[in-house]
């Protein structure tokens, strides 16, 4: 059964970083491209980054270029979201997600996890 | 960046009613188009990819058709798991964008 699980979430000041990690499990991990996905609670979607099989090709979402890095550990099945100067619309739930496809990915995602709820603010 | 437009934002339905949402893009992405069902307090579930490409394990109520710039999600008969948010995604171009939602509710 595949699974992605979230964490590091949690009140952060303006500001500062903050890590976010996925935990997969239940697939060939390093095969598959992944992604972040965040939403704003009670509103809609807004993909944030994303990270081919083996790190080469890596993708962000013009609101969060330059302050975020996605990076994955094959080794470990997991990817991270490092998140610097953050800010307080940068608050949200933030999915980690599944390409349906292998390698470089469709950038469809087909799993997701629960989320984590990070929250800028002062 | 792509922008994607839904409609309605919101509707109202019964159990056993034909629903259909519509997602328009502001460019042509082909086929290149998701669409997510998202239930209340859930994380979101691909229903379908390349227009129409039924995901494993949806049912087959679920249809999705368009190409361009216009595309279609419809529901042929609502059942009562069929409530919640839907949410289009195009998968042509970076950066990846979705549609605002579509919220269906029970009338």
């Known amino acids: 059964e595949v699974q992605v699980v979230e964490s590091g979430g949690g009140l952060v000041r303006p500001g500062r970083s903050l890590r976010l990690s996925c935990a997969a499990s239940?697939?060939?991990?390093?095969?598959?491209?992944m992604h972040w996905v965040r939403q704003v609670p009670g509103k809609g979607l807004e993909w944030v980054s994303g990270?081919?099989?083996?790190?080469?090709?890596?993708a962000y979402a013009d609101s969060v270029r330059g302050r975020f890095t996605i990076s994955r550990d094959n080794t470990q099945n997991s990817v991270y979201l490092q998140m610097n100067s953050l800010r307080p619309e940068d608050t949200a739930f933030y999915y980690c997600?599944?390409?349906?496809?292998?390698?470089?990915?469709?950038?469809?995602?087909?799993?997701w996890g629960q989320g984590t709820l990070v929250t800028a603010s002062s | 960046a792509i922008q994607l437009t839904q409609s309605p934002t919101s509707l109202s339905a019964s159990v056993g009613d034909r629903v259909t949402i519509t997602c328009r893009a502001s460019?042509?992405?082909?086929?290149?188009l998701a669409w997510y069902q998202q239930r209340a307090g859930k994380a979101p579930m691909l229903l379908i990819y390349?227009?129409?490409s039924l995901q494993n394990g949806v049912p087959s109520r679920f249809r999705g058709s368009g190409s361009g710039t216009g595309f279609t999600l419809t529901i042929t008969s609502l059942q009562p798991e069929d409530f919640a948010s839907y949410y289009c995604?195009?998968?042509?171009?970076?950066?990846?964008?979705f549609g605002g939602g579509t919220k269906v509710e029970i009338k």
């Open positions: 990270i081919s099989w083996n790190s080469a090709s890596t």
């Open positions: 390349d227009a129409s």
């Open positions: 460019e042509s992405i082909s086929r290149d």
């Open positions: 997600a599944k390409d349906i496809d292998l390698w470089f990915g469709r950038k469809v995602f087909d799993f």
């Open positions: 239940g697939f060939s991990f390093d095969e598959y491209a």
């Open positions: 995604q195009q998968f042509n171009t970076y950066p990846l964008t």
